[in-house]
Each structure stands twice: as C-alpha cells, then as structure tokens.
C-alpha cells in the first residue's frame, strides 16, 4: 500500500558529522528532522516563518494562506521525496475492468496538495496521458489545482470509482442504464454519468431555472453565443405567430375526470347573512374582485373576493323590498335589486346612491284591472345593458327601457304559460324563454315575433333554462333532477321543434335550482336545493360529472345560488345557512380568462 505523500522518511545523520549538545540553539532552529506537520504547527504557535521541503529544495512562506493563493507548494514537495512515496504496485486484490500492461502495473499518483482535484471527474478524465497517468505539466501549473469558477468541486472523491465494475444486465432496477439490449458492464465513471443522465431525465430542470441562469449568464457578460441563440429563437417565436404581442393569453383546457379545486376562507365569513342567500353574483369585470350577496333579512352585502381575508365592503339595506334577484349591470357601474313587489332599487357603485324606480314604469295601460304584475322575480338584463326583460302574469314578457334611465316599458311578448326562466342571446337583440309546459320561446326583440319554438325532451316540470356567453350550448333543468344539455348542431334548438340534446345529466335525482356555465363554457354547475349537497360541475366537453369533488365531507349543505366569478378562478356557494362557500379552480391564474 503507499505511502503518505506528506510524510517525510528520515534519515540517519552521517556519522562524519559531529554530535551537537543538547540545548543548544544550533539544534534548536534545525529544521532537517522535522516533517511538514511540525514545521506547520510551530508557524501557528509561535509565528515562526513557514519552511516547506528539506535541504536546499525548500519555499519559505511568511503567511500560511498564501500557499493556497500563488505559491506552487507541490511542485517543491515532489522534488525532495523518493519514487516509493509517489508511486505502489498494485497486488491485484481489489476487482476492476481489463485493463493494459501499463494500467495494471502502476496506478496514476495522488497528489499532494490539499488543494488537488485528481479525483475530479471533471479535470481527471482530461488530465490523462495515453499511459493512464496524470499529466506533470497540469499538476506544476497553479491553475491546474483550481476547479473552473462554472462549477464547483465536489466535496469528497473516491479514488476507486475509476477501477469499479457495474454490471447492469444482472439488477431490474439498472436495466434502464443500458444504452443497447446487449450491454451488460460498464465502468465507474461510465455508471455516475449514466445515474446523473437518469436523474436530468426524471427531474428536468425547471424553466424557471433555466430562465435565471439566462439572465445571470447576461449581466455577467457571459458567453455571447448563447445570448445570440437566444435572440434568434425569441425572433423566431414572433415572426411565426400571428397573435398578439403585447398581451398574449392561452386558453386553459380542463382535462376531465379530476378538477383541481382547494377551498378558501368563505366569502361572507366576515359578514354572514342570518337567513338563506338568495342571489349572488361576482362583478362582471375581471379587474375587479367584488361579489355581491343578498340574503332573506332584506340586506345585501359586498365583498372584496381575494382568496385569504375576504374583506367586508358595505351592506345595504331595504326594508320595503325582500330581495330575491340582484344582478350588476352588464357594465358594472350599477345594481339591480328585485324582488316580488312591483318596483325595483337600483344602487349607484360610483355615487353610492340608491334610487327606487318610477311610478310611471308599467305606463297608464296596466295601471287598473288585473293586468298588473306584482312580481318583477324573474328578470334579466341584455347583453348591452339598454334593455331589462322582466317575466310577468300569463305568460308575459315585457321590456323596459334601460338607457334612459326611467325604466319605462316599451313593449312586451306574449308566451302560452308562466314563464320560470329567461336568457338573452350573446348578440342582445333575440330573448329565450321558458314556460311551465317545458316548452322554449325564441323571441327577435326588434319585431316582437317568436322565431323559433321548440320542447325540451323528456321534460316534465322545467324549471331552469341557462346559457353560456358565446352561445353554443343551453342547458334545460327539470323537476326530476334531469339537465339537458343542448349544442348548435344539426338537431340543434334553433333548426328542429323536438332538438336532440347532447346528453341529458342524471346525477341529481330532485328538482333543479340552479345552473351556470362558467366563462370559457367548459364548467356547468347544476344544483337542487331540496336536498342536501346535491350539486355537480360538469365537464362539458366530454359531458360527464367530475369524480373527486364534491365529496362526502364537502359542506355544500341546501344549495341556493351559484356563481363563477369572470376569470374563472373562484366559484362561490351560497346555501340556506347563510354561508357564501368560496372554492378556487387551480387550472384557471387570477385574472386569467381567454
């Protein structure tokens, strides 16, 4: 086995030379006898000078750190020991690959120096000559001893990592190393580098890393061929798209079957209403984060929706009117509080004002006699916000005019039966109404004549007719907990009196309450409210029910209303208990609508 390289082998004093009494000061400061240890100890203790090597081959250092900062300390070192230290004949013991005649007998020096890294694989491998040993000319240089400033040296090598033999046809778990079927033993080098291949493969580095070392590699003035490479894939990447520069968004895809949905503080835990919700509505502007709950004791309350604290922003309240319906203006600016009296409230964000409608608003021909409606309960704004369609007695739909600011009825439509539902088309001039014989109105405003009538299938007792925004799917809820989802094909409501629906959902068995489609239309949420947690979110590009959520310890309890909020990111729950449930869609970045 070899020997230290920093232990020094001593030698016996001549007998020529002549016997120096003990004490004296001669001998004192003799450093022949005193090996590279000592000389280091007494240069810590008492100051003294540093002295490396023996004899005339010496290198005297006044500051120990200096030897790790210039002073080449193992090229004098290696000048005054003997061939045995640096070199030992391998007896053939440890196991290792086939090697040469040369390789077999003699195995590359070990340095010296702390500062060595001839374990390295990194400076190792390409210090090398033909004969397997380590090149003298790298070890003599200072730099050589320095591992370069991209990467750092590793902590501790194995020096037998070089003569190690894996085999990888003979574990399971090691046949994945193989880059040929055949291939069965590959050396120690060879392994580690396979394993750190393995690992990159399974762990790749994050784009955000990638992104940071970019960025450092640029103020650090690094290497100006990868900025190049990045400039021209940048280019690249503009000049072959045709969409938006300054503000590209991706549309979100839900995958069906698992939804990623967390629960957050509850939207109204600040301020919980004391009867049931009975409407609630997220503001229509992604930019802002306001909901809107209005509950059995005549009061509405708005909240600022954030995800953590969900902070009280104002409650109004209405002794004359028991809401039942509140809705933002489809600009955003005002609310629309309804309800079954024959008047309205309307409340300014802006001015903060709140203003009760006119007495004027049904006109002196329903003034008298039983034509008057007591209810405005089921009504619904137009996509441009000029025009409020409001459900009445017998079947009557009338329309009051919004842009002036009166609300005076203008007109009005005429259905067979009551109407429990109404929808205004994306385009705002053509109206959908549903009856209670489960039959569908489509009425063109401009003309006041119905252009399409048609019946749900299977429909006994509908209840609920919703829409999505662009206007390709409709979906019709019934008494019996069925939801018919229609689309715009060939058998679609607007071309056929008894259309086909895309599927009809059973995975509610009681009356149907509520059903929203989310912004992008991929969500459906329907809900009954005779039964405790009955609601599901459908996923409407495959049709079927999400399986992980709800679950059995989901708080739903009777749910009232239901609302995504305009990015997609919250949907909110109210129930019967005065609780806003708020959830968070993980697939859907705040603010991130398409």
Not at 40 to 62: C, H, T
Not at 79 to 104: I, P, Q, R, W
Not at 200 to 217: F, G, L, V
Not at 414 to 436: I, Y
């Amino acid at each position: 086995m070899g020997k230290h390289a920093r232990k020094r082998q001593r030698k016996d004093v001549p007998a020529q030379e002549s016997v120096v009494p003990l004490g004296t000061k001669a001998l004192l400061d003799s450093d022949v006898d005193k090996d590279d240890e000592e000389r280091r100890l007494e240069s810590l203790l008492f100051g003294k000078p540093l002295v490396v090597g023996r004899g005339s081959n010496v290198a005297v250092i006044d500051d120990p750190e200096e030897e790790d900062e210039g002073v080449d300390v193992t090229a004098a070192e290696l000048e005054g020991l003997l061939d045995s230290d640096l070199f030992f004949v391998d007896d053939g013991a440890s196991k290792g690959k086939h090697m040469t005649g040369s390789e077999a007998d003699v195995d590359p020096p070990e340095e010296p120096s702390d500062a060595s890294t001839s374990g390295d694989e990194e400076q190792g491998e390409a210090s090398r000559g033909p004969d397997g040993h380590q090149a003298e000319a790298l070890r003599a240089s200072p730099s050589a001893s320095h591992p370069p400033k991209s990467r750092n040296a590793p902590a501790w090598t194995d020096p037998d990592d070089a003569s190690l033999e894996v085999s990888l046809a003979s574990s399971a778990r090691l046949r994945k190393l193989r880059d040929a079927p055949e291939e069965d033993a590959i050396g120690g080098r060879e392994y580690e580098r396979r394993l750190r291949r393995q690992f990159m493969k399974m762990n790749p580095t994050p784009e955000w890393a990638t992104t940071a070392r970019r960025k450092r590699r640029r103020a650090e003035g690094g290497n100006g061929d990868v900025d190049a490479d990045v400039a021209t894939a940048d280019l690249d990447t503009l000049v072959t798209s045709s969409g938006g520069i300054l503000d590209r968004k991706r549309r979100t895809q839900l995958d069906p079957g698992v939804l990623a949905i967390e629960r957050l503080r509850d939207a109204n835990q600040v301020a919980q209403a004391e009867g049931e919700v009975t409407a609630l509505q997220f503001h229509p502007s992604p930019q802002v984060s306001m909901l809107l709950v209005a509950g059995s004791d005549r009061r509405i309350r708005l909240f600022n929706v954030d995800g953590h604290t969900n902070p009280h922003l104002q409650t109004l309240h209405i002794p004359t009117l028991p809401v039942t319906n509140a809705q933002f203006h489809p600009s955003g600016s005002s609310i629309l509080f309804t309800g079954h009296r024959p008047f309205y409230y309307t409340y300014d964000l802006q001015s903060g004002a709140t203003m009760r409608s006119p007495r004027g608003l049904w006109g002196t021909t329903f003034a008298n006699g039983d034509n008057v409606d007591l209810s405005m309960n089921v009504c619904a704004f137009n996509a441009g916000g000029n025009l409020l369609a409001v459900a009445g007695r017998r079947g009557y739909v009338h329309l009051v005019d919004w842009r002036t600011g009166a609300g005076q009825v203008v007109g009005s439509v005429k259905a067979n039966t009551s109407v429990r539902t109404l929808w205004w088309l994306p385009n705002g001039h053509e109206l959908m109404t549903l009856g209670e014989d489960a039959e569908a109105y489509l009425w063109d405003i401009g003309t006041r004549r119905c252009l399409h009538r048609w019946k749900d299938e299977g429909g006994f007792g509908s209840r609920v007719l919703a829409g999505d925004r662009s206007g390709s799917y409709v979906a019709v809820g019934s008494k019996s907990g069925i939801v018919n989802v229609y689309g715009t094909g060939a058998s679609s409501w607007r071309k056929s009196d008894r259309p086909k629906p895309l599927k009809a959902i059973g995975n509610l068995t009681t009356s149907i309450a509520v059903a929203r489609f989310n912004h992008d239309s991929q969500l459906l949420a329907i809900a009954s409210k005779t039964q405790k947690d009955q609601m599901r979110l459908i996923h409407i590009p495959s049709l079927t029910a999400f399986s992980n959520w709800p679950t059995s310890s989901t708080p739903l309890g009777h749910v009232t209303s239901v609302d995504f909020s305009a990015g997609g990111e919250y949907v909110a729950i109210g129930n019967t208990r005065g609780r806003v449930l708020l959830y968070h869609l993980r697939d859907y970045s705040a603010h991130g609508g398409s």
